[in-house]
């Protein structure tokens, strides 16, 4: 009930400002005051693509006014006795009416955005296409079919209230959560293109960010963004898509040993900070047949290429009629990501690499006494130490005997189960660890630590530059 009260006192003394502010400089003028910091904005696409809708309504306890972003934030229509819009998409234009079907705007234009009053501090308003409050304003795309797209357009930092917590729980460290804060907001920027032609910047799902608006904040991550507002990571001049993953195994990885491209900032570090994550994960041939399909039936699969720092880079599954090569990324996806969680993993149940072990090195089996066995099945890098298995898991080989097998002959023989993948870390494993970032936080590390951490190369600045880190 404060709350309401308070409200209606704000928008009083805001109609007054408006009123005296237009007869000073009709007809049109800034609503911001100079003494404002300069405010990056984002356009986010909440309604779209098959969601679209023909229409949507708008309720504010802070009124509304129309403002023009071409180039700036330039107030064209004060409403502030409004507290509820409803916006139809007519023949092609974007109509505004008050609740009782008056017009208030025709042909609103891709350029003018419906803001919540107070849209700078503590404006908010609610959709009806998801019952979600959101702060700044909503902009709408007229699609070829008629529809709409409905968009959100906020400051970047309010964007970032409505992220944050998604990404890493509001609980954890001050510090972990300002230096998930400028990944998030960098990440946001240099994004920012994803949506052009649907009339947005960016999406509120995980192909951008997840974006839940106001009923996501929590006052530590919203302390998190103000602490760090507008500040960003730049290489080379640009800002950087600043990457994370929720954890490293203990090593972070070169962006061209996951996604093929070679990125300055993304640099494989040997992460201590890592708190360990163990996965296991089992497919049997016919789960591996389903999912590569063309191959026949698959019968085997073993590692063929790791990276410097002990991932998987290229993973051979060898079917029936064919045999196909999966490399880097291409490898979760195939396997499923949520199951094959990090590449940094062991297999074991593929062929690994047999080898034939001459005559003349003696084999001893688990009781201790030489056995005839040939071949045995060897699990690991050829450039690091191998771990040995017998093919009826008996065979016990001396440490000596190790270096001679590695240039031996190298034959197949799998499983009839399938394959067990073990493995570490959870994610792509590039650029911050959230769950090392944490830790850090713990620890007494700064957000800038931090992020200096993970990220190679790199400055933490404002978006518009003039930061003095
Ligand atoms: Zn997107």
């Keep these: 009930m404060m709350h309401f009260t308070r409200n209606k ?41 098959s969601s679209a809708v023909d229409s949507c309504e708008m309720y504010s306890d802070y009124g509304f006014q129309i403002v023009d972003i ?17 916006i139809e998409a007519e023949n092609g234009m974007i109509n505004v009416y008050d609740e009782d079907g008056a017009t208030l705007v025709t042909d609103l234009g891709e350029n003018s955005v419906i803001m919540t009053g107070d849209y700078l ?40 209230y409505g992220v944050l917590h998604g990404e890493m729980g509001a609980h954890n460290p001050l510090e972990s959560l300002k230096a998930q804060a400028v990944a998030a907001r ?44 507008e ?71 073993y590692v063929t290429e ?36 990090s590449l940094r993993f062991e297999l074991e149940g593929g062929s690994g690499k047999t080898i034939v072990i001459p005559a003349s090195v003696s084999v001893l089996g688990a009781d201790g006494l030489e056995t005839d066995r040939e071949e045995i099945v060897v699990y690991g890098s050829e450039d690091e130490s191998f771990e040995y298995d017998s093919l009826d898991g008996m065979v016990v080989l001396g440490a000596s005997v190790e270096k001679t097998l590695k240039d031996k002959e190298v034959k197949s023989m799998a499983s009839d189960e399938g394959i067990t993948l073990t493995g570490y870390g959870y994610g792509h494993g590039i ?8 830790v ?11 992020l200096h951490f993970f990220y190679t190369d790199i400055e933490i600045d404002y978006v518009n530059g003039g930061y003095d880190e």
């Design 9 to 49: 006192k704000k928008r009083m003394v805001m109609i007054l400002a408006l009123v005296m502010a237009a007869l000073l400089c009709a007809p049109v003028c800034v609503y911001a005051s100079e003494d404002e910091p300069e405010m990056t904005y984002v356009a986010v696409g909440i309604k779209y693509g």
């Design 70 to 86: 071409s180039d700036g934030m330039e107030e064209t229509l004060p409403l502030p006795g409004y507290d509820h819009l409803v």
């Design 121 to 160: 501090d503590e404006g908010m308003f609610t959709s009806s296409v998801n019952a979600r409050t959101y702060r700044g304003g909503l902009k709408f795309h007229v699609r070829d079919n008629g529809d709409i797209n409905v968009i959100n357009y906020v400051s970047l930092d309010h964007y970032l």
């Design 186 to 229: 960098s990440y946001a920027m240099a994004e920012r293109s994803s949506h052009k032609s649907e009339g947005f910047d960016l999406c509120n799902v995980s192909h951008c960010q997840m974006y839940y608006g106001v009923d996501y904040e929590r006052e530590r991550t919203s302390q998190a963004v103000d602490e760090t507002s």
């Design 231 to 301: 500040l960003v990571i730049w290489h080379d001049g640009e800002i950087v898509p600043a990457y994370y993953c929720k954890n490293s195994g203990g090593y972070t990885q070169n962006s061209e040993d996951v996604w093929g491209s070679v990125s300055g900032y993304l640099k494989a570090v040997e992460d201590i900070w890592s708190p360990e994550y163990e996965w296991t994960a089992s497919y049997t041939w016919e789960d591996l047949t389903e999912r590569i399909p063309d191959i026949g039936d698959v019968e085997d699969a």
């Design 306 to 341: 790791w990276t410097d720092n002990g991932n998987v880079y290229e993973l051979t599954v060898v079917g029936e009629d064919d045999t196909k090569v999966l490399k880097r990324e291409k490898i979760r996806t195939t396997l499923g990501a949520s199951l094959c969680k």
């Design 431 to 438: 650029g911050m660890a959230q769950d090392s970032a944490i």
């Design 440 to 450: 850090m936080g713990e620890e007494g590390l700064d957000f800038e630590e931090i």
